[in-house]
């Protein structure tokens, strides 16, 4: 196959490619990566004899993703941490753009959940569940037989499914978020109470990495702490899910962004973004509607 037959082969994968890579790494900017790297192996094997193109380039891509998880492993990193990609803001409304950004995106709460698996169980998972690639080439992938790699995923997928997530249709989740709001906005802390579930978890990403605080009084204290009257914020959607976006009154600048996880009537898990310069490049709706 001479370079420009290979090259335009290739592109017939490269989206889905992408799509395996930034699931497996949550971060665009490495699976592009991942991707180019499996680019140039192609390359160097483009004399060979590959039956199966496709599927020649998702087990080199998965090995990648492999090596990268491992190496973050190794140096105790998180993608949380790093976390190159940023999340999708729009208006909260109902559309075909809302709804595809929801079926894309890797949301917050996800990326919390995908941490904590081990690579090999994160990558079994995501090549399995999300795109049904046979145990057979995932244990080749990873270096274990097919029951280890079945093994592997079914684990992840325990973990995943113990993740709370969305129990409500989008109007009742709306109806959460704006009940949190008017009640964090009044200091009402017994409305407060009714909206946040005991053991809410609330996740801080800032310049220099990530909080976890649990329970609900540790997010009481926090609104008790601030001054309703600094602060403007609204509902938005984050990578598909009701949120909000918070500005400094004074001067307009955005100061935190939150993607709510919302589960029989209650936020069960808050995102948050408080890293004003990254907030400040982000691509944000306006402070007013």
Known sequence: MDSQDLSAAFEEHRARLVAVAVRALGSRADAEDAVQ?????????????????GGWLTRVVGRICIDVLRSRASRAESALEEWTSDPVVTEDVDGPEDAAVAAESV???????LESLRPEERL?????????????EIGQIVGRSTDAAKMLASRARQKVQDQPLPTEERRQRREVVDAFLAAARDGDFDALLKVLDPDVAWYRHT???????????ELLAAVRRGDPGRVEARRVSVNGRPGILAWAAASGRPIALMSCTVADGR???????????????????????
Do not use: C, K
Not at 44 to 50: G, K
Not at 207 to 217: C, D, E, K, L, S
Not at 267 to 289: E, G, T
């Open 124 to 136: 079994a998972f995501v090549l399995h569940d999300v795109f049904a690639v046979p145990f057979s």
């Open 207 to 217: 310049a220099h990495g990530h909080t976890v605080r649990m329970g609900a009084n």
């Open 37 to 53: 790297e499996a680019w140039l192996r192609l390359e160097r094997h483009a004399h060979d004899d590959i039956d199966n193109l």
């Open 107 to 113: 949301g917050l709460a996800m990326l919390v959940v």
């Open 267 to 289: 936020l069960v898990q808050i995102d948050s973004i408080v890293d004003a310069a990254r907030l400040a490049r982000m691509d944000l709706p306006p402070r007013h509607l």
